[in-house]
């Protein structure tokens, strides 16, 4: 009957590949709905490598929604200019910096109790990827210019098109973050490898 169960969630995923515009019914393919939905039941940090247009973003969405939680935060870690990340991620206080006239939560608290993705992982700068660990090691932080710890409930799901291996040992990357991150992975082929 369990077995049962499973192929019938199994199916549904690849219904809501297609939904998506997700292409095959491959085997790679079904290994990676079977993944997805054994991810969307557990709150580990999650990470999603594939070349760029494999549909990172898309298996985000899925896992989230499939978790009961369709609703998730996205920040793009590329797009973000380097000094305003922090500020972006955590929040700030009232006078923490000129023009800060009030205070404001950033995207973490705002997703407490559901998902932030963090997109382009690869491309955090190294200042800011050791102010995530700290983050990601007990879900506190505090808000730029504060002093209060504020914690926070969130699943973290990560993304990148780059080699976080390489980058480990370019030194570019931090190892201590990509362990953190690389608690439960998920690799989208790209289309060449699964072309059923």
Do not use: W
């Amino acid at each position: 009957k369990a077995n049962r169960e499973l192929v019938q969630r199994i199916n549904e995923m690849l219904h809501l590949m297609e939904d998506y515009d997700i292409v095959g019914r491959s085997k790679a393919m079904h290994n990676l709905a079977e993944l997805a939905l054994r991810v969307s039941h557990v709150r580990s940090t999650v990470l999603i490598t594939g070349e760029s247009g494999v549909g990172k973003d898309v298996f985000c969405r899925m896992i989230c929604r499939f978790a009961g939680s369709p609703d998730y935060i996205k920040i793009s870690c590329g797009n973000l200019p380097e000094n305003l990340l922090e500020s972006e991620l955590f929040g700030y206080e009232k006078g923490a910096f000129t023009g800060a006239n009030k205070a404001k939560k950033g995207l973490m608290e705002l997703a407490n109790g559901g998902t932030v993705f963090l997109d382009e992982i690869g491309e955090l700068p190294l200042a800011m990827q050791s102010k995530l660990l700290t983050f990601l090691e007990d879900r506190r932080f505090k808000r730029v210019g504060g002093l209060r710890d504020i914690e926070v409930n969130v699943r973290i799901i990560a993304a990148t098109n780059r080699d976080l291996d390489a980058e480990v040992q370019k030194g570019t990357f931090r190892e201590d973050l990509y362990y953190r991150l690389n608690v439960m992975q998920i690799r989208i082929p790209p289309l060449r490898e699964r072309r059923e």
